[in-house]
Nanobody, 124 residues
Framework: QVQLVESGGGLVQAGGSLRLSCAAS????????MGWFRQGPDKEREFVAG????????DYADSVKGRFTISRDNAKNTVYLQMNSLTPEDTAVYYC?????????????????WGPGTQLTVPS
């Protein structure tokens, strides 16, 4: 059974940093593209960042480019999202997701496995 479990969310003041982790089990992690998505209050789930199977290529939403960094450790079956210069607009539930294939930036319904999410709150 595939499981993705996010951790590291919380409350951070504007301008602060946080690192999310997502531990995967029940799948051959290195064969999956990994992505981070988020869903803010009254918003649709949106792509945040993604990383290729070997970590050699990444992609970011324009809204986080230059502030967020995605990385992965295939030996630990874990993907990370380092978030810097946080703003209230980053407040959302953050989800990690996994998909086979070679494309990173795909709609949520093309990602096969999802974690339950972790809440990030950046007060205004």
């Amino acid at each position: 059974q595939v499981q993705l479990v996010e951790s590291g969310g919380g409350l951070v003041q504007a301008g602060g940093s946080l690192r999310l982790s997502c531990a995967a089990s029940g799948l051959t992690f290195s064969r999956y593209v990994m992505g981070w998505f988020r869903q803010g209050p009254d918003k649709e789930r949106e792509f945040v960042a993604g990383i290729m199977r070997n970590g050699g290529s990444t992609d970011y939403a324009d809204s986080v480019k230059g502030r967020f960094t995605i990385s992965r450790d295939n030996a630990k079956n874990t993907v990370y999202l380092q978030m810097n210069s946080l703003t209230p607009e980053d407040t959302a539930v953050y989800y990690c997701a996994a998909r086979r294939g070679i494309d990173i930036r795909r709609p949520p319904d093309e990602y096969e496995h999802w974690g339950p999410g972790t809440q990030l709150t950046v007060p205004s």
